[in-house]
């Protein structure tokens, strides 16, 4: 079993920027595709961004491309996502998430099914 914990988050007023962290124990997470994904309520899991096991591969959905960037530091087991440029429809729940089995980075960083597992979800409130 692999836990998932998030920092960072928080309530800011549009076009201000912040940044999510989550980190795994263990050398395991090096191996591990990791995506960010939000929420909001009613509504389904939404993909953000991923980033593969040694950062050579990452995506984007297209309405955070320019303004967010993933990255990920293996000797500290965390993944990181900086969001700038942020607006109200940027808010939600956001989860990080691991794919230890590699099927993420084989069929598709974009579905939530390929994560196995997740961060405990962290708020992000954009006021206009």
């Known amino acids: 079993q692999v836990q998932l914990v998030q920092s960072g988050g928080g309530l800011v007023q549009a076009g201000n920027s912040l940044i999510l962290s989550c980190g795994a124990p263990?050398?395991?997470?090096?191996?591990?595709?990791m995506g960010w994904f939000r929420q909001v309520s009613g509504k389904e899991r939404e993909f953000v961004a991923a980033?593969?096991?040694?950062?050579?591969?990452?995506d984007y959905a297209d309405n955070v491309k320019g303004r967010f960037t993933i990255s990920r530091d293996n000797a500290r087991s965390t993944v990181y996502l900086h969001m700038n440029s942020l607006q109200p429809e940027d808010t939600a729940v956001y989860y990080c998430?691991?794919?230890?089995?590699?099927?993420?980075?084989?069929?598709?960083?974009?579905?939530?099914?390929?994560?196995?597992?997740w961060g405990q979800g962290t708020q992000v409130t954009v006021s206009a």
């Open positions: 980033i593969n096991w040694n950062g050579r591969n990452i």
């Open positions: 263990g050398r395991a997470f090096r191996s591990y595709s």
């Open positions: 998430g691991a794919d230890s089995t590699g099927q993420a980075a084989v069929r598709s960083f974009r579905l939530p099914l390929y994560y196995n597992y």
